[in-house]
């Protein structure tokens, strides 16, 4: 793909944005234009989420399927409310205990919100961020900004300003570089649009903090951990089998896949350092590069055949951490120009199901 545009890079502060960075950012919004901005999941690539030709141009830079909808990032819910047809009491319970937070809300759109943002869905994706350069943007900017992961199609999403530039550099105008972002995994996403709360995406806010929350079960979408049921053509978009099957197309698509084949390691933690040392014996002729929790790190780095790359995810007893290394791995393992990534698997309970949802479908359900 060409490269378009030079992109300008500015540095920001997390804490105190510099008001001129952040108005020369909101100017490109206002202007139509693109802006990848950190957000206390990953980074955004940003666009005037009322502006149909604006929210294109976050198409085309990342080659996404027009059939995966975005969402609208907000900064107070005041202006939440005015995108929205109705405001269920379980929103508001939400919006209270988690918000401004890593937790999007599906609900039914307003006529002001464009098809080309929900992929012609009666209801619409909104997030109120909790990172003071992402709510300085938007509110700077004064309308609501549409923005799916700052990532080329398909790819890791980014959790640092360097994994934008790899992907996007020449194809967006601006990237707000705000360091590293702190849950690593992208955003909760529950519908509240049926008779019961729905769970299509797990993410920083987890299922059991909103059973407790809502009072009630959760229903989790079965593609979460399955990634299916797949379409026919994942890449036909809206009006596919994508759309009629749930209310969840972007779901199907392949996703955080880096370029290394990935394959999933299941079994309690012993069990997973035998089956990762007899896969490094069996296959010494492939580049194998191993996501390994800290506990088992031990046994790769003083096995007879090492990995070609190893990446330490973090600690089993804090899988926060694990959640937030997860993608800056896959990434530094294709940088290592590894054939295949061995990746454990840890309990999907908490921040943990997030971690396995993406795993599974980086993996495309491949495990040993
Ligand atoms: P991303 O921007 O890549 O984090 O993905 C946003 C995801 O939100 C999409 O892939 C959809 O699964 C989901 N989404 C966005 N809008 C809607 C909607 N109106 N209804 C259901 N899911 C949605
Ligand atoms: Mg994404």
Redesign the pocket.
Known sequence: MKQVKATRYYRVDREHPAPDVIEAAARVIRGGGTVAFPTETVYGLGANGLDPEAVEKIFRAKGRPRG????LHVSSLDQARGLVAAWPPEAETLARLFLPGPL?L?LP?APVVPDVV??G?P???LRYPAHPVALALIEASGVPIA???ANLSGHPSPTCAAHVRSDLDGRIDVILDGGPTEVGL??T?L?L?GDRPVL??PGGVTREQIEKALGVEVKLHEAVLTGRPRPENPEKGAGSEATAVA?????F?KHYAPRARVIMVTGDPDRQAAKIGDYLNSHQDLRIGVLATEENAVSYRESTIPPAHLEILGSRRNPPEIASRFFGALRNCDDHEVDIILVETIPAAGIGLAVMNRLCRAAENRAI
């Open positions: 995966n909808p975005l969402i999007t599906i759109r929900t992929a869905l209801s619409v994706a923005a799916p992961s992208e955003s996403i519908s649009t299509l995406r209310p969840c197309p972007g779901l698509f």
